[in-house]
């Protein structure tokens, strides 16, 4: 499987500051299907076991800082 992330940031001054705003995406396509995480082999059952996870759906997250 694959999730893909991205960020764009800005930097711009304010008098004597300099400000740097960013925007973080994770997961940017909402791959959110079901994965196999392990599965396991019963030979009594003649069957196979599988173990299974989620991605995390998309996540956004807006973050500034400010130097002095």
Known sequence: YYTVN?????QFKVKSSHV??????????DFSHQQVLAST???NTNSLNEFYYY???RNYSLTT???F
């Open 6 to 10: 991205a960020l764009l940031g800005y």
């Open 20 to 29: 740097k705003v960013q925007l973080n995406v994770q997961n940017l396509f």
């Open 41 to 43: 082999w019963n030979p």
């Open 55 to 57: 991605v995390l759906p």
């Open 65 to 67: 800082s400010f130097d």
